[in-house]
């Protein structure tokens, strides 16, 4: 499964109805990744093969999206995306976390890994 191009009524549908809830509710059933980039940014470009192969790497256990930032300015507005690429992750358990910056595939990787794969632990 390749990365997905999201708009903004399809992060409305599968992320988060910022129009109808206040607090944060994740709608999807796996983790995601979710890519806040532009045709012309070189970071951006940078990590997109990165990611595309991440994404077949995790298919079936996370889904990565990409907003356009330029083709959806009302969600990186709600995000206050102010710069790009930033990365909104959303682990196993619900929770955004926001990153800006372009990063290498071994750092995807590892947030992957410890951070979005990873449920509460059972108390012994």
């Known amino acids: 499964m390749a990365t997905v191009k999201m708009t903004t009524a399809d992060f409305k ?37 990165a990611l595309e192969e991440l994404s077949e790497e995790y298919k079936d256990k996370i889904v990565i999206y990409k907003v356009d930032t330029d083709a959806e300015p009302e969600l990186s507005a709600v995000f206050g995306i102010r710069s790009i690429p930033t990365f ?7 929770e955004p976390m926001m990153q800006p910056g372009a990063f290498p595939k071994h750092v995807f990787k590892k947030v992957i890994e410890e951070k979005m794969l990873v449920a509460e632990k059972p108390a012994d």
Do not use: N, R
């Open 13 to 49: 549908k599968k992320i988060f109805d910022y129009d109808t809830e206040q607090d944060w509710k994740y709608l999807g059933e796996l983790p995601a990744i979710i890519d806040f980039y532009a045709d012309w940014c070189g970071p951006c470009k940078m990590v997109a093969p």
């Open 88 to 94: 909104l992750f959303i682990g196993a358990d619900g």
